[in-house]
């Protein structure tokens, strides 16, 4: 789930680094992904080793020259850390001092205290749905993770109960609902009316996140009953600190970097001027980076001098923050790399050449069209892209409503089975320390569920609007 910039889209589109026909490409991709899924499922190899070996057995079963392959696994390894990297880094940091401060302590005990057992999934999802409004995903994820993992650990919830309905919170923000880059591209492309579009977004996405959320969590948690893992888990460390931040100071702190891309993106829809200097600053200050960044540094005033701790202490805080995602950052830039390979390769433009004789309602036929491209690039973003560029004849002749429900009909197609080619699945994977299979039956279930629910309404409000 990967946000791409402009730059990154246009280039996605460049000539093929291969000229295999369609046949072939198929076969290659279906290759490369079951190398990727033996290599770690049979042979126990680490998902960074397997991911670029499945890259390279890609390039090779699609007829590629190997050194163009390599160029595009490294090109997309690369754009995902720079895009990705830097905010898991500033989150993390984010969070060791929320948790060591004691901050994060204050949330989940004030959280534990106000919710009862059977409401605290319910308090994840609109949690997770408030925050993930402006936010990129994987902006939401590190900022909520540890507080997921927090809650788990200490009101002895399953895993999967707590954490499934915060996920899909924020992945339903993600597909669905603007500012975020995929339904704002499909708007501009489409027509379709921005207020419109996110009037019935909003209709579409709350009944979807309930039954993916809090109602799938159910069987998810019966069906990977896993505690939360230790290793991401902050340890409890308020108990020996004579202070900790109020509970206001911390959450003030995580919610500035809403607070501030939530500003950009009221101000870029009631200004819409590049060169309006309010919108400059306002893009420069809402941009990932900057919000994350600011949280930050006022974090180290907020949550580390609040709890006591000296320079030395914040900076020791600090370095340990950035070890243990290491293992996680690549992983994600691999699965970047091979969703590249896979764009560069062409398949997605396969995809769009077998679907243009499909016969079916435009509705239906924008959702398969992007849930094609999703199973096969991983970038819910490039599915949304290509699906809204190729239906975009046919709002035409629709009214208002229905092409807004042409984009939210490419959203939900766009999140369909999230699996090893989206770095948003090793994400998941890692931070919630699963297996392939474990994510699969839940983290893939859940986007499943949310591209199909999703479908289900948009076609419903057709009947109706």
Do not use: C
Request: glycine letters at 10%; a neutral charge.
């Amino acid at each position: 789930m990967t946000s791409l910039s402009v730059e990154t889209l246009a280039a996605d589109a460049a000539e093929p680094i291969t000229s295999a026909g369609n046949a072939q490409l198929g076969i290659a991709v279906l290759a490369g992904i079951a190398v990727i899924v033996l290599l770690i499922t049979v042979f126990k190899l680490h998902a960074f080793l397997a991911l670029t070996l499945g890259s390279l057995a890609l390039g090779a079963f699609a007829g590629a020259p190997l050194d163009k392959v390599i160029t595009s696994f490294t090109a997309g390894l690369g754009s995902t850390v720079a895009g990705v990297g830097v905010l898991i880094a500033l989150g993390a940091i984010l969070g060791k001092l929320l948790a060591d401060s004691g901050g994060a302590d204050q949330i989940v005990d004030t959280i534990l205290a106000r919710a009862s057992g059977r409401a605290m999934p319910w308090a994840m999802v609109l949690i997770a749905s408030v925050i993930g409004l402006p936010l990129f995903f994987e902006v939401g994820i590190v900022l909520l993770i540890p507080v997921v993992l927090l809650v788990a650990k200490r009101g002895n919830y399953s895993l999967m109960r707590i954490g499934i309905p915060a996920l899909a919170g924020l992945s339903v923000m993600h597909g669905l609902i603007p500012p975020h880059p995929g339904p704002l591209v499909a708007i501009d492309a489409l027509g379709a009316n921005l207020g419109v579009t996110l009037a019935l977004g909003v209709v579409v996405a709350i009944p979807t996140v309930i039954i993916a959320g809090p109602l799938f969590s159910r069987y998810a948690a019966r069906w990977v009953d896993i505690p939360a893992p230790d290793a991401m888990v902050p340890q409890r460390t308020s108990d020996d600190l004579e202070t900790r931040p109020s509970f206001a100071a911390t959450v003030s702190t995580v919610l500035l970097p809403v607070v501030l891309m939530l500003g950009k993106a009221l101000v870029d829809i009631v200004v819409d001027d590049p060169e309006n200097t309010v919108q400059r600053v306002a893009d420069v200050v809402g941009s990932p980076l900057i919000a994350l960044l600011a949280a930050v540094l006022v974090g180290i005033f907020t949550l580390g001098r609040a709890a006591g701790f000296t320079k030395g202490r914040i900076s020791s805080t600090v370095e340990k923050s950035l070890a243990p995602i290491a293992g996680v950052l690549m992983i994600v830039g691999a699965g970047g790399g091979f969703k590249q390979t896979l764009i560069d390769s062409g398949v997605g433009q396969m995809v769009l050449d077998i679907s243009k004789d499909w016969s079916i309602p435009a509705l239906l036929l924008a959702w398969l069209i992007a849930v094609a491209i999703r199973l096969a690039t991983g970038s819910a973003t490039v599915a949304t892209i290509s699906a809204a560029g190729l239906v975009a004849p046919l709002a035409a002749d629709m009214s208002t409503a229905h092409a807004a429900l042409l984009v939210l009909a490419i959203g939900a197609g766009s999140l369909f089975f999230s699996h090893v080619n989206d770095a948003g699945f090793w994400l998941v994977k890692e931070y919630f320390g699963m297996s392939v299979g474990q994510t699969l039956k839940t983290w893939s279930v859940m986007e499943t569920i949310i591209s199909v629910v999703g479908l289900g309404f948009v076609l419903l409000l057709s009947l109706v609007l």
